[in-house]
């Protein structure tokens, strides 16, 4: 089975021969190429740069193994588009952030083609790449609630309290539900954009909707993922659903109608593969410290990850999060052979 069959049908699903395997945040500052190709040149740049940003994407195939490409990029790139002035200092900062109706009303909607074409020949380069090795290319977008919380609160928040959101949420519900179909629209736009430039799977990082309560979840965040699910063209993309460290929130994602269910290290994979049965596949959950561990560990970590799942009708095997700066190279390299030992086992 090579790589493509194999990612498609364990986020459909259907019978494969072991779980495919990728990482977030795999292509990143712990490859030594990476950080030769980041010499002198802004993230921002990094994004834009076609040249680089293929090879950069192309990277972890090539120096670990990997049976994935998730093409490099921010989830803030396609939201200046919408006319919000940003800049990356590191993570993204907004100059006026957003607190009243009337600058969501000012909230442009994006044609990708206009833009971000960079994106898409990024995209298009890379599936030309691809197509040889039958390796599958991932396109990815930010989900409205986790754009909306820098959107809102002007920059990222080390606490992870969002205050000024969650008052909004209580003071001004509506503006808040402007804002979230608003992003909506775009991220529906966006990612359908890129299926049609050659991402075969996408997923949708909803990494602080985790901060909710299942309620506040159900009420403001599910039907605007739920919309998203509805308006992507997902005969030809698979489309995962990632909220890092939210076992209160499984269910409600199951809600979400995606097709498979992206678990962060906290949650138990176990239960959370008996609660999602046939309703969709998951993708995780190595906790991305334990890279760090011996390699005969790792394997070990990879087989209990992957005995737990089976009770979900798919496994892709990934972390809980993104892989951390300072991952050891070789580490990254164990959890992809173990996970392709894992063929080996059943086969």
């Known amino acids: 089975m090579n790589p ?6 364990a986020c459909r699903g259907e019978p494969v021969d072991r779980p ?52 490099f990029s921010d989830i803030f790139i396609p939201v200046a588009g919408m006319g919000v002035e940003l800049e990356f ?3 993204p900062v907004i100059a006026d952030p957003i607190r009243s109706a009337a600058q969501v009303a000012r909230l442009r909607e994006v044609d990708p083609s206009v833009t971000v074409p960079y994106v898409l020949e990024i995209l298009r380069r890379l599936r030309a790449e691809l197509a040889g090795p039958r390796i599958p290319l991932i396109g990815f977008a930010g989900a409205p609630f986790t754009l909306a919380t820098y959107l809102v609160e002007g920059k990222g928040d080390p606490t992870r309290k969002f205050q000024t959101l969650r008052r909004l949420l209580e003071r001004d519900a509506e503006m808040v539900r402007s804002l979230l179909d608003r992003l909506a629209k775009m991220t529906i736009t966006y990612l359908n954009a890129q299926i049609d430039a050659g991402a075969q799977v996408v997923q949708l990082f909803d990494t602080w909707a985790g901060i909710l309560t299942d309620q506040e ?3 403001f965040v599910l039907p605007v993922n739920r919309a998203i699910a509805a308006g992507l063209n997902r005969a030809a993309a698979p489309l995962i659903l990632y909220i890092n460290d939210a076992p209160h929130l499984i269910d409600a994602m199951l809600d979400s109608e995606c097709d498979v269910i992206s678990v962060g290290s906290r949650v138990e994979i176990g239960a959370a593969a008996r609660l999602a ?40 095997l990934n972390l809980g999060h993104g892989c951390l700066p300072d ?16 063929g080996e086992e059943t086969g």
Request: net charge positive.
């Open 4 to 9: 493509t069959e194999r990612m498609l049908r």
């Open 20 to 71: 495919p395997v990728w990482l977030m945040r795999q292509a990143g500052r712990y490859l030594p190429e990476y950080r030769e190709i980041r010499k002198g040149i802004s993230f921002l740049e990094m994004c834009r740069d076609v040249d680089r940003a293929v090879e950069v994407s192309l990277q972890p195939v090539r120096a670990v193994g990997t049976e994935a490409v998730v093409f």
């Open 89 to 91: 200092a590191p993570g």
């Open 217 to 219: 979840y159900r009420r």
């Open 277 to 316: 049965g046939s309703r969709a596949s998951l993708q995780g959950n190595l906790d991305p410290s334990e890279l760090a561990l011996p390699p005969e560990r790792i394997a070990e970590r990879v087989r209990e990850i992957a005995r737990a799942a089976k009770p979900a009708r798919g496994h892709v």
């Open 327 to 342: 991952t050891p190279v070789e580490g990254v390299r164990a959890f992809v052979a173990a996970a392709r030992s894992l």
